[in-house]
């Protein structure tokens, strides 16, 4: 069955620093990954995705996620943390059907 | 391009009431995703639909959840004689095909039951 982790509950970080959140899937087959942030009271906004193609993938915000087979990893980051960055963020990977299984998230506080 | 609505925003039920929950999808897109969230954890898949048929229920409770979605108007997911434990906020997603890979999400309804 296909799972993601996100190992951090919270990550915190002084603004302006760069920031890694981190993700590890398990899969049959190859993996579609997702990232997704959560405002308060809010739905997900979609930031980013890899399919296939280069291990860097680019998104929203100034986001970016790096792919990596051998670790089964797909951590996303960013150079230049803003306080607005903070929220609730989530990975998730393809399952059947184009279901999306969800990590249990991470909470990124961004302080200045 | 108006995104993905659900209505109510906020619902409460009383024990043993029924809420129905409602989303219309993104202009254009016919596969709609139901989520559930419960306090303190991560979205988990209910159900999945298209226009006239449900494709994947897998993370429906089998007994109380129904869920549809007809030829016109928004998808529905019911619940019928609600438990505390139904408080939540239930989110759909919509994808305009097989082909396209992203979700988008609507704001969520939030059920509290009392």
């Known amino acids: 069955a296909q799972s993601v982790a996100q190992p951090e509950d919270q990550v915190n970080v002084a603004e302006g620093n760069p920031l890694t959140v981190k993700c590890t899937y398990s899969?049959?087959?190859?993996?579609?990954l997702f990232w997704y942030v959560q405002y308060p009271n809010r739905g997900l906004q979609f930031l980013l995705k890899?399919?296939?193609?280069?291990?860097l993938v680019k998104g929203s915000y100034g986001f970016e996620a790096e792919f990596n087979k051998s670790q089964t990893s797909f951590h996303l980051k960013k150079p230049s943390a803003l306080v607005s960055d903070s929220a609730l963020y989530f990975c998730?990977?393809?399952?059947?059907?184009?279901?999306?299984?969800f990590g249990a998230g991470t909470i990124l506080r961004v302080k200045s | 391009n108006a995104g993905v609505m659900q209505n109510p925003r906020h619902l409460v039920r009383r024990r043993g009431q029924e809420a129905r929950l409602r989303c219309s999808p993104m202009?254009?897109?016919?596969?709609v995703y139901w989520y559930r969230q419960l306090p303190e954890e991560g979205l988990k898949f209910m159900v999945y639909?298209?226009?006239?048929?449900?494709?994947?229920e897998s993370g429906m409770p089998k007994e109380r959840f129904s869920a549809e979605f007809p030829k016109e108007g928004p998808s529905i997911l019911r619940i019928q004689q609600v438990v505390r434990g139904d408080s939540a906020a239930y989110f759909c997603?919509?994808?305009?095909?097989?082909?396209?890979?992203?979700?988008?999400f609507g704001p969520g309804t939030r059920l509290t039951v009392t």
């Open positions: 998730a990977v393809r399952a059947g059907g184009n279901k999306l299984v």
């Open positions: 899969v049959s087959g190859n993996p579609y």
């Open positions: 890899y399919i296939t193609g280069d291990n």
């Open positions: 202009k254009g897109h016919s596969h």
């Open positions: 639909l298209q226009k006239e048929n449900i494709i994947d």
């Open positions: 997603a919509s994808l305009s095909g097989t082909a396209s890979y992203e979700q988008y």
